[in-house]
């Protein structure tokens, strides 16, 4: 229940009723963290706000789907507070507030958008991404089909497909493992654009069973494999991509059904003691100033493919040749999407080919289900079957420690 506020103390954990009529299967904070919305199995979606006082009041409440509501998550901040959530139903909704309806009406919220799942099974992932000129939203069903969806208008009532596809399913597990998660930063990681990466590509992470796929964006605004993230041992439940980009590399989490939340660091073109790979490495090529790439000019090559005038080896050619361009190869897996990626489209520049490390294996009592990260990328946010929360933070060693944890109380 809520406290009053002579009892509030914001350095303290506080907890209030959320008045579900079944389990809560969501929750998301807004960027402000002024509101919580909560999304259940009893179909509906309850949005919380927080009052002078520091306590949560129930803005409204309203039935969201005509099936349990498996996720919940805010749109683009600078906007009308606008909400997306994905249901068992096969459907996935967008309810933007209406400031001049009253609270707890049921009406505050109304639905401005909706589209049913492309295939044969609900949707199960589901993710935004914003900056001050675009809107756009990923969903991918529990089968593994990946949409990418991009506003056309600013009241976000009408969308446009930019990417579909299927994803590859390992066929290891006879459960289903399939999420989204978009990086949120108005820019790359600083590395990968210093190797030819478009400044202003659109990262995103999607977990298909017990792998990782790491999507990136060209300068023609189409999307391709950068990198692969492997080392679980069973299907992951939820991923989620880090912020702040400035570290430079990127920080991905997974939380597995094998009882482990994995951390993966992306890098583009630094390995970790801060030196700079050659193209070989990296599995690219270099390019001499006003050569175009991939467009069959002709050059004299030797036995192992590479242009004599080109030819450099390791760390030094990455530090003597300012024009290095890596490119990402086509994982060919991908091949029933009406939007394929096709080998003219692999020539395009401002790809690059990244390699994943894996950083940490953050053990739980049970399957994990759940990873958040900070608004820093600072620390993790996990949970799974036992009913612990667990935060964790990298030691001074670069390994990730457990730093807390809360338990439920029931």
């Not at 949005?47 to 009041?57: F, I, L, T």
């Not at 175009?292 to 450099?312: A, C, F, H, I, W």
């Amino acid at each position: 229940m809520p406290r009053s506020s002579a009892e509030f103390n914001p350095l303290e954990f506080q907890d209030w009723k959320y008045e579900h009529k079944d389990l809560v299967l969501s929750i998301d904070w807004n960027y402000y963290g002024t509101r919580v919305a909560t999304a259940s199995s009893d179909h509906t979606v309850k949005v919380w706000e927080k009052k002078d006082d520091g306590n949560m009041g129930l803005l409204d409440s309203w039935r969201a789907h005509d099936g349990e509501v498996l996720k919940v998550r805010w749109s683009n901040p600078h906007l009308t507070a606008i909400l997306g959530t994905i249901s068992t139903d096969g459907t996935f909704h967008l309810f933007c507030e209406d400031v001049l309806a009253l609270p707890q009406s049921g009406h505050r919220f109304p639905r401005i958008y909706s589209l049913r799942s492309p295939a044969a099974s609900p949707l199960v992932g589901l993710d935004f991404r914003w900056d001050l000129s675009e809107t756009c939203v990923a969903l991918i069903t529990r089968d593994g089909y990946l949409q990418v969806l991009e506003a056309t208008t600013e009241d976000c009532n009408e969308w446009r497909e930019i990417y579909a596809a299927w994803q590859p399913n390992s066929g290891g597990s006879t459960d289903s493992g399939f999420d989204v998660s978009f990086h949120k930063e108005g820019s790359p990681c600083w590395a990968a654009v210093q190797v030819g990466l478009d400044r202003k590509s659109i990262g995103m992470a999607v977990a298909a069973m017990d792998k990782i796929l790491v999507y990136r964006t060209d300068r023609e605004r189409k999307f391709y494999i950068s990198a692969e993230l492997s080392g679980a041992r069973d299907i992951i439940r939820e991923v989620a991509w880090a912020g702040m980009a400035c570290r430079g590399h990127d920080l991905i989490a997974g939380a597995s059904k094998d009882g482990f939340v994995r951390i993966w660091e992306v890098h583009s073109d630094m390995d970790r003691n801060g030196e700079r790979m050659g193209a070989r490495e990296m599995g690219g090529e270099f390019h001499q100033p006003g050569e175009k790439m991939g467009l069959g000019m002709p050059r004299t090559e030797n036995d192992s493919g590479v242009s004599p005038r080109t030819r450099r080896s390791g760390i030094t050619s990455g530090l003597k040749e300012p024009h290095m361009v890596t490119r990402a190869p086509i994982d060919r897996r991908i091949g029933d999407s009406p939007r394929d990626i096709s080998l003219e489209e692999d020539r395009a520049i401002g790809r690059i080919k990244q390699r994943a490390i894996l950083a940490g294996e953050l053990a739980h009592k049970g399957a994990a289900w759940r990873c958040l990260w900070s608004f820093f990328g600072d620390a993790l946010i996990t949970a799974g079957d036992d009913g612990v929360i667990r935060v964790w933070k990298k030691g001074l060693a670069g390994q990730w420690l457990e730093a807390a944890e809360v338990e439920a109380e029931f």
